[in-house]
């Protein structure tokens, strides 16, 4: 075939296909129509429910959705969302903003969200951010808080020999060893590295007193189930971690903004604890059953 | 800067070479880990394989046992026993004494069994007894393949001991866990390279050990 003809049929192609993708805008390139939003989650339940939630609400006001859920980690969404291979995803404020400004110094919830607004690129912007928050918290057991006094951080300066389980980028992220020092002077902390996110094996460390605190995610049901005592943060060492849509400007009408602000106010901390605790448990329930139950639950569908 | 560089910053690095984070503390406790886990399947592998070795019985047993436990994956295996006993040395250990046993074994039944039939009779005949076939006639004769069998566990042990950084264990394995969590390639690289390095220096002077107790030698230890 000679390079003329490969030419003419690779316009008569491009053309076909820019007709049949979009039916208005013809600047959308490679997205997909302009009036479906493709909703993506990250790679674990917990993301996935509340992008069902999204979904599911968007739906029922009659906006048109596609779903592209468990993408991966933020290394593999994110530059969908540029792309527009996705349009909104559920994210954590400070891990979101810590992506965009490595050297971040933000921490409150405040901080956070006028810094990512600042941070994210042109084509992306995020909505109001929802009360609920997951993010690393350092837990005692009752006992141990009842026994040494110990509610906050600040009050861990006053035991002596400190022992903390947590995964291995503790010891060095700002958030860890090293700020536990600068910002609350606790000093020889003997740290044990465990590689399990605050699971089962960590758990098992505090409750047998192996160590004396633990960082286990805050919505994560075994807080809940063995009654810890997660230490409150009065200098906001960890940075704020609400959830937070993240959209493409181009999809964010004014309708899609406030069935979203909607969702984002009525989510807490305790809803995603509960949401996690039946998706996690025996039951298993699954992340779009549970996005229905918590949608009628608020009465937002 | 390319990730080979700053491997090789890293170990220009004093702080990589001091201090409980260093490389010869974290050596000695990989070492530790390694001898004792060798050690303990030794204490297991060595006394079964002799007398599967020996006597022949139980040689269905073991093989089928063997193939079974080299399928567990070691990592699985730590995690659930450090479940089922909580965090300290034991649950490392235990896993990677799993992972030891089935080429030591393997290594001691295969060692005796390889002597000569026929000199094993040539003994009996003498009116030697079977501890004395045993240790004077199948030992000294099948060594250099019981040494292949302690060979082969301390090299698997030696490099896999790094799974115990993965619940809190100190030893070489922190590196390439920390490494990875805190995307510090560099210090993942390096602490690979010198689990490498200490794997092949273990492995040559099993070799040696080898080679001195095969041919004419064999005679000299009899």
Known sequence: MSLKKIGALAAVATLGLGLAACGGDPTEGDAAASDTIVVGSADFPENEIIAEIYAQALEAKGIKVEKKLRIGAREAYIPALEKGEIDLLPEYSGNLLAYFDKDTTATSTEQVDDALDDALPSKLEVLDAAPAEDKDSLNVTKKFSTDNGVTSIADLSKVKDLKLAANPEFKTRNYGIPGLEKVYGIKDVDFTAISDGGGPNTLKALLEGKVDVANIYSTTPSIKANDLVTLEDPENLIAAQNVIPVINKKKASDKVEDVLDAVSEKLTTEDLLDLNGQNQGDDKVAPATLAKQWLEDKGLV | ?222
């Open chain 2, 1 to 222: 800067m390319s990730v080979l560089s700053e491997t090789i910053d890293w170990f220009s690095r004093s702080s990589t070479w001091s201090g409980n984070d260093g490389i010869p503390h974290r050596l000695v406790e990989h070492l530790g880990y390694t001898a004792l886990t060798v050690g303990i399947a030794a204490v297991v592998a060595v006394p079964l394989g002799l007398y599967i070795g020996h006597t022949g019985r139980l040689r269905g047993l073991a093989v089928a046992f063997t193939g079974a436990v080299r399928a567990l994956p070691t990592l699985g295996l730590l995690t659930w026993f450090a479940l089922l006993v909580g965090l300290g040395l034991t649950a490392p250990i235990t896993a990677l004494v799993l992972l030891a046993v089935p080429p030591l074994l393997a290594g001691v039944y295969s060692g005796v069994e390889s002597v000569d039939q026929r000199t094993v009779d040539a003994a009996r005949a003498q009116g030697m007894t079977e501890i004395q076939i045993l240790t004077r006639v199948e030992v000294p004769l099948g060594l250099s393949i019981i040494l292949g069998g302690l060979r082969s566990a301390t090299l698997q042990v030696v490099a896999t001991a790094t799974v115990g950084a993965f619940i809190g264990l100190g030893g070489l394995g922190r590196y390439i866990i920390d490494g990875q969590r805190s995307s510090d390639y560099p210090q993942m690289l390096g602490g690979s390279l010198v689990v490498v390095v200490l794997a092949l220096l273990l492995d040559g002077a099993w070799a040696i050990a080898q080679s001195l107790t095969s041919g004419r030698h064999t005679r000299v230890l009899v």
